[in-house]
DNA sequence: AATAATTTTTAGATTAGACTAAATTTACAA
DNA sequence: TTGTAAATTTAGTCTAATCTAAAAATTATT
């Protein structure tokens, strides 16, 4: 069994080596903790003793099979209590992320099982994240964003690749959340923001927030 | 904010007031923390320190109001999400409290607030104790329990007093759960056992056991 | 009241996880 | 290839929570 703050290393490289390939870097792992460089190589001491990471002086760390799947686990766990929190406590998408750091470290494989029979076996958390079931399978994550999308095309909103609550918010404010279908009219080329037709009005957004809406580009309206 | 192990001294110390009276010793909260005196008494000062008990060497402890507070916030939460695991995600009344122990210091309130209301606001826990509302305010503990039953007089079982999983399987397997309907045949003499009518079929039950279902007395059947 | 038993506290260690400052290794550029 | 910058590890502390063993205070018993 891990602790908390193990887990929550695991978890950290996990994200880590899904976004630049591995080996994770400690400093990568300090700044997202926000935690310093010399605890990290502590606790990867550790974990390595524990058989959670491959790891070797100076060279980064890769999650072995155990660790993957601890921190696939704790992903799971994470999702479903998103789930949870905005279908059945009606919390906001940008309510839920910090309750489920949480609530992500309860340590119950029955409770889990039954919280997925109890939502349904959702495969996507309230961001568009996929799910992983309980064998730690999950569908691709998302990657076409809004900002890749060809002027005068449809689109459907189905993620995000950003969950801070100013962000989540934002979107909100905007009307941009998940499920909203909207039309791309320009691209500028000066500075790369994106005009859209959405709720039949014309908004315009910064490229870097169009980056981080993930969309399916649809056929017709 | 205080820690989990924190929490669960106030909830100890709560609990210990509750059955006796305060002050509650240092032993009692060692024996029923699993620990030893000299860490209780560590903690004491810390909790003191922190204005959570009042507290003077060698003469126990009594929580102030505000470590009232937190301690009967954490049998809230502890109590709300037994519901919830029993009601929404079908456990067992003998599997909830293991993972209640650890979902009681789940530190949000809205989660607290919003749980309640998904649940409807129950007044009791499958063990049929008391849930303190929003303000701490609660029903009053059960304190009739089928040994104290007239002989030939129904009765309808509302609460238990004793929680191991153990005892409350020994109950399911008699099928002696709450809102059962029973009469009372027989205190017997000797070493107080109890025979009774459930369900149509008679069953013996030890003294003890009699003693930890609490009870409310049926005037007809 | 004196002594014995029980309870509680203190003293001194230990472990997990974190930190700062210094040393070491690796990477990169002149 | 050599020197410097960046990344990483080591060394030494710190805090929270725990422990054992010993000392002190309280309570019970003669
Ligand atoms: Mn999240
Ligand atoms: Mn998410
Ligand atoms: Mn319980
Ligand atoms: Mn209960």
């Given at each position: 069994?891990?602790?908390?703050?193990?887990?929550?290393?695991?978890?950290?490289?996990?994200?880590?080596?899904?976004?630049?390939?591995s080996?994770?870097?400690?400093?990568?792992?300090?700044?997202?903790?926000?935690?310093?460089?010399a605890?990290?190589?502590?606790?990867?001491?550790?974990?390595?003793?524990?058989?959670?990471?491959?790891?070797?002086?100076?060279?980064?760390?890769?999650?072995?099979?155990?660790?993957?799947?601890?921190?696939?686990?704790?992903?799971?766990?994470?999702?479903?209590?998103?789930?949870?929190?905005?279908?059945?406590?009606?919390f906001?998408?940008?309510?839920v992320?910090?309750?489920?750091?949480?609530?992500?470290?309860?340590?119950?494989?029955?409770?889990?099982?039954?919280?997925?029979?109890?939502?349904?076996?959702?495969?996507?958390?309230p961001?568009?994240?996929?799910?992983?079931?309980?064998?730690?399978?999950?569908?691709?994550?998302?990657?076409?964003?809004?900002?890749?999308?060809?002027?005068?095309?449809?689109?459907?909103?189905?993620?995000?690749?950003?969950?801070s609550?100013?962000?989540?918010?934002?979107?909100?404010?905007l009307?941009?959340t998940?499920?909203?279908?909207?039309?791309?009219?320009?691209?500028?080329?000066?500075?790369?923001?994106?005009?859209?037709?959405?709720?039949?009005?014309?908004?315009?957004?910064?490229?870097?927030?169009?980056?981080?809406?993930?969309?399916?580009?649809?056929?017709?309206?």
């Open positions: 069994m891990q602790s908390f703050t193990e887990e929550n290393y695991l978890k950290t490289i996990y994200h880590l080596s899904q976004v630049n390939e080996p994770v870097q400690t400093n990568a792992i300090a700044e997202k903790m926000q935690t310093r460089a605890s990290v190589t502590d606790m990867l001491k550790k974990l390595f003793d524990k058989q959670l990471i491959d790891y070797k002086k100076y060279q980064g760390v890769t999650l072995t099979t155990h660790g993957e799947t601890v921190a696939i686990g704790v992903v799971r766990k994470h999702r479903l209590w998103e789930v949870f929190l905005v279908e059945k406590l009606q906001r998408w940008d309510e992320h910090e309750i489920a750091e949480e609530l992500e470290h309860i340590n119950s494989a029955a409770l889990v099982e039954r919280l997925d029979e109890f939502l349904g076996f959702p495969k996507r958390d961001h568009g994240d996929p799910i992983p079931n309980r064998d730690g399978i999950f569908e691709p994550s998302l990657n076409v964003n809004l900002h890749q999308i060809p002027k005068g095309n449809y689109a459907v909103i189905i993620g995000v690749s950003e969950h609550p100013a962000f989540l918010r934002h979107l909100e404010k009307e941009l998940i499920g909203v279908v909207l039309e791309l009219i320009e691209i500028t080329e000066y500075d790369g923001s994106v005009e859209l037709l959405v709720n039949n009005k014309k908004i315009n957004i910064s490229r870097e927030v169009a980056q981080h809406i993930l969309v399916n580009r649809k056929e017709t309206v």
